[in-house]
């Protein structure tokens, strides 16, 4: 899967990803003519992969060359990510020194040859004021059914075995206190549906140097269990907080650090229970967070960081995902699979009510998705889908996935289901296949057949146009199918002439946009008009096809055609 790295912010233990530049080293080139530069490899090394703040770490580049090689600079570029630290560079030399815990990826490129790098990971641990036990300890295990507080200050809060905090009990845990937690061993909070009583867990860190509390295996390697709500009584809420090798035990949950279960698939909204105020997950066993059953994130939750996940560091219900805070993602250098989606549960992928997707990361998907209100009640405004600047939707690919909006096969009586997907010419909202090699026709596309008052600038649409399942009775070419990267239109939705602009469509191996509404000419309206300033790309049919006549005013063109070819 392709990598998508976000911003965030430094916390001990985070894996922390931001493009940066440094300066580079330096070197003499051969003189002559005809000097060949042929460069085999690099390498960089580090005097220390784990140190202390503030402690400096001296670092040496390696650029190899063949002996046939001449005329080479010999130099590298450096960066460093995070970008917060600059690094001290002489040559193919450099020290990298910061008072900030977390992980530093130092990468190194030939000046002569781009294709040629190396990185570097290193961890700053965290300062010795805060997560260094002072001796103390206090073993936990068995229910908790009253208000408690665990020490901090350097205190070792031991759990030995199974916890659960249940309705209407608190667990308050101090500034830099320290949870050691056996194997397998959880942290359950389970509030009480029947009576609306609440159960709680409060991480109730500081800052993230000196104030943070940690949740840590017992025994180096042996990975704990969770921190799980067992419903929708149930909150955890984490303040600067740190959980290393959590996520054993859960297979159903993908092993993830922390799971979260809301009142499950019949809501029709998500429930916000998990509150995520600069938190980090350190190497789970699986995955990161996992939200169940219309569980959702705090409208408070500011940045959640993961690193090393062995999974996917996020999962939960498309109708959650507005909630997602900011975040960071990286892998190990050396991780076999790499991921970087949120992945969304396709045992609930509708959109029943309002929702909003950002930008914080990229959703993985392995079910269509229909945005139309279901029930009895049918509103005339229908449901909206917002799409923030920078979201990116990727869809499993081979399954023929879609996402529809709008109901079909019920003539002035269709579901309103509409699509508000503004980007930005640097924040583009993209829909694409979720494969590593991507292809034309790998997703079916987005459909439209009911979504009246919908608007789409600065979107890219690609490798779509594969098998849609429509078929509609307008004027495209004769022997094409209804595949599109964008099937428009329906009895009840004639679109604008300017429903959709300064997007992108690409790499479909059907049409771009398949106009399925009626009109009385066969190009009314027209989206691909170059005054939409909209770009079509490896499109293997029409850019757009002639839509539909109304009924009465004449038939379609022999053969029929394409708006714009």
């Given at each position: ?121 290193l961890t700053v641990r965290p300062p010795t004021t805060c997560g260094t036990p002072n001796g103390t300890v206090v073993n936990h295990s068995g229910n908790i059914t009253a208000d408690e507080t665990w020490a901090g200050n350097g205190v070792t809060h031991s759990v030995t075995s199974n916890v659960l905090i249940k309705a209407p009990a608190t667990v308050t845990i101090q500034p830099c206190a320290i949870v050691s937690l056996a194997q397998n061993a959880e ?379």
């Open positions: 899967m392709r990598t998508r790295w976000m911003s965030g912010m430094a916390l001990w233990a985070a894996v922390l990803v931001l493009e940066g530049c440094g300066g580079g080293g330096t070197g003499q080139p051969d003189a002559g003519n005809a000097a060949v530069c042929t460069i085999s490899g690099v390498s960089l090394a580090g005097s220390g992969s784990s140190v202390a703040p503030s402690q400096a770490v001296t670092l040496t580049a390696v650029v190899t060359q063949p002996a046939t090689s001449s005329g080479c600079n010999g130099g590298v570029v450096w960066n460093v990510n995070p970008n917060t630290t600059p690094l001290s560079i002489a040559g193919l030399s450099a020290t990298f020194t910061t008072a900030v815990p977390g992980i530093y990826t130092i990468n190194v490129t030939s000046k002569d040859d781009t294709t040629k790098s190396a990185s570097f990971q942290i359950g909070v389970q509030g009480d549906t029947t009576g609306s009583r609440p159960a709680r867990l409060v991480a109730a860190g500081t800052d993230d140097q000196t104030g943070f509390v940690s949740f840590l295996p017992a025994v180096t390697g042996q990975f704990w269990g969770t921190l799980r709500g067992f419903n929708e009584q149930s909150f955890i809420e984490l303040h600067h907080a740190g959980l290393v090798a959590a996520g054993a035990g859960l297979v159903g949950y993908r092993n993830s650090a922390i799971v979260m279960i809301g009142p499950g698939l019949n809501a029709t909204a998500p429930v916000p229970l998990l509150t995520v105020d600069h938190v980090a997950i350190d190497h789970p066993k699986g995955g990161g967070v996992y939200l169940d059953g219309m569980a959702a994130f705090t409208t408070d939750s500011t940045w959640l960081g993961i690193g090393g996940a062995q999974d996917y560091p996020l999962s939960l219900f498309i109708m959650a995902a507005g909630s997602i805070p900011q975040m960071t993602v990286q892998d190990d250098p050396a991780q076999a699979t790499h991921f970087h989606e949120a992945w969304i549960n396709p045992s609930r992928p509708n959109v029943i009510t309002d929702t909003t997707i950002n930008g914080n990361i990229p959703l993985y998907l392995e079910a269509s998705v229909n945005v139309v209100q279901t029930g009895n009640v049918i509103t005339p405004l229908g449901v909206t889908l917002t799409v923030l600047p920078g979201a990116e939707l990727r869809f499993k690919p081979g399954a023929a996935l879609r996402m529809v909006f709008g109901g079909r096969g019920n003539p002035s009586g269709n579901p309103v289901g509409r699509l508000i997907a503004l980007g930005t010419p640097t924040s583009p909202i993209r829909f694409t296949s979720a494969a590593a090699a991507p292809a034309a026709g790998d997703w079916a596309g987005i459909q439209m057949p009911a979504a009246t008052g919908s608007q789409m600038a600065f979107n890219i649409i690609e490798y779509a146009g594969g098998f849609s399942g429509v078929v509609s009775s307008n004027c495209r070419p004769s022997g094409s199918a209804d595949n599109a990267a964008l099937i428009v239109g329906g009895p009840d939705f004639t679109p604008s002439g300017s429903m959709i602009v300064s997007s992108l469509i690409q790499f479909s191996a059907g049409h771009g946009i398949d106009a399925t509404w009626q009109a009385g000419t066969p190009s009314d309206p027209n989206l691909a008009d170059s005054a939409n300033f909209n770009v079509f790309t490896a499109i293997g049919g029409c850019k757009q096809t002639f839509n539909g006549l109304v009924p009465g005013v004449g038939s379609c063109p022999a053969g029929g055609g394409c708006t714009e070819q």
